[in-house]
């Protein structure tokens, strides 16, 4: 993919993210809930980060944060999955 069609489909991402900025995503620590941070790249693969909301109503919050942080990624094949699964739900 060339360096235009990259920076077309991070655009069109972070507009997807900004118009649904809240993913509860299930971690091997647990489920909590995340809301859009940014896209960026590493090891010239585009990641989006998420960062951990404190709800009362995830209770793995705490165990998340202690044990992998407050920050989450996910590539862009893990983010379409989740889009398709809730859009399945």
Sequence with gaps: MNTNNR???????????KEYPVMVINTECGT???HF????????QL????SLITDEHYKDTTQISSSI??????T???LLIAYKNLAAA
């Design 7 to 17: 920076v077309r489909s991070s655009d069109y991402l972070y507009e997807v993210c």
């Design 32 to 34: 909590g809930k995340y």
């Design 37 to 44: 941070n940014c896209i960026g790249y590493k090891s010239n």
């Design 47 to 50: 990641l989006i980060e998420y």
């Design 69 to 74: 942080g407050d920050k989450y990624y996910l």
């Design 76 to 78: 862009v094949a893990q």
